[in-house]
């Protein structure tokens, strides 16, 4: 389920004498074009993700089903709520250059799948679309975006969910075919996302974020089990996390550590060779960045105070911070960046 959003004072903003849009503004108050086909005309941001991207917590079944499918906005990428205590998203930071519309993707539980394979009976009950249905959204939207940020894979990351009993002391072989299936996965959508962009007029930027600092994100776990240690009541449902990522195990973690990076390396050089193919004179701007894998998750402040898992405002903040510095070539190639 997608959600959008437009800027709030976008009609003051493009009504300046200043701004780039204002022409633009002024055919609209001349009734030459509809607001629709204003809104249109301002740049458009996507989001195509995992619960990494989102403002979520694991609880029980049915607060999880309600959350999954109400909680859009309050995340490292859209967060529009002006309370000091809010996260300082990616969007506040974009509005400071231009007035835009943001239209987020993401859902819990998203995986890079294989188009045409079914969803599972859990996540088609929190509404999920995996990678591929994210994309079969994005690719028939009727405006397609100027900036399109991904970042998802980290459901897949799952080691053990893959494996066989025996598999679980020596999953070498595992981890090498579950990152190249990933990356076979995620390279097809890839190739429609980029040929779809360049069949359009408009200069369009795709940003790859490779997964989180997963050695970190457990340090900040172990963080969060020491103080349960004391106080049995902080985190209620820290425990259940177990229940949905049985690799997130103490014993299990330094594998989905290396796994993530080897899937970082293989988005990176998928990155590089479409690059490679890419004429320089075409409109697509395409990059990679490692900036949430180099993001430092190792407190228990920056993890959500239910289930002690996902990202907390703060530790949104901290994705925030990161994501947005990334961002530089993709904003100066789109035009946005504010110099």
């Not at 998203?110 to 045409?116: H, K, L, P, S």
């Not at 009727?142 to 893959?162: A, C, K």
């Not at 900036?291 to 907390?312: I, K, M, T």
Request: proline letters at 3%.
């Amino acid at each position: 389920m997608k959600r959008s959003i437009v800027s709030a004072n976008f009609l003051e903003r493009v009504a300046e004498p200043a701004s780039p849009f204002q022409s633009d503004y002024l055919a609209y108050r001349n009734a030459e074009i509809t607001q629709t086909e204003l809104i249109a005309r301002l740049p458009h941001v996507a989001m195509i993700g995992d619960s990494v991207c989102m403002n979520v917590c694991i609880s029980s079944i049915l607060s999880t089903s309600w959350r999954a499918r109400t909680c859009r906005g309050r995340n490292w990428f859209l967060d529009i709520h002006p309370s000091p205590k809010s996260v300082r998203s990616v969007s506040k930071r974009l509005e400071k250059l231009t007035p835009f519309i943001a239209t987020e993707y993401a859902g819990i539980g998203a995986m890079v799948d294989r188009e045409g394979e079914r969803e599972n009976f859990f996540r088609r009950v929190l509404g999920t679309r995996n990678f591929s249905g994210q994309i079969n959204q994005l690719l028939t939207t009727d405006r397609f975006p100027d900036l399109v940020l991904i970042s998802i894979g980290h459901n897949n990351v799952d080691w053990t969910w893959w494996c066989r009993p025996d598999q679980l002391n020596q999953p070498e072989g595992q981890l090498r075919r579950q990152s190249r299936k990933i990356r076979e996965n995620f390279e097809r959508q890839m190739r429609r996302l980029v040929e779809h962009a360049g069949t359009k007029r408009h200069a369009v930027a795709i940003v790859v974020f490779g997964l989180i600092n997963f050695d970190s994100y457990f340090k900040g776990r172990e963080d969060v089990e020491n103080r349960r240690a004391s106080a049995a009541t902080l985190y209620p449902h820290f425990e259940t996390t177990y229940k949905y990522f049985k690799s997130f195990q103490p014993a299990y973690r330094r594998n989905v550590i290396r796994l993530a990076e080897m899937v970082n390396d293989e988005l990176r050089a998928m990155v590089d060779e479409f690059n490679g193919d890419l004429d320089a004179s075409r409109n697509i701007h395409l990059q990679y960045s490692d900036a949430l894998a180099r993001a430092d998750l190792s407190r228990a402040e920056l993890l959500h105070a239910v289930d002690g898992c996902h990202a907390s405002v703060e530790g949104h903040t901290v994705l925030a911070d990161a994501a947005f510095g990334a961002l530089g070539s993709s904003l100066k190639f789109l035009g946005i960046d504010g110099a």
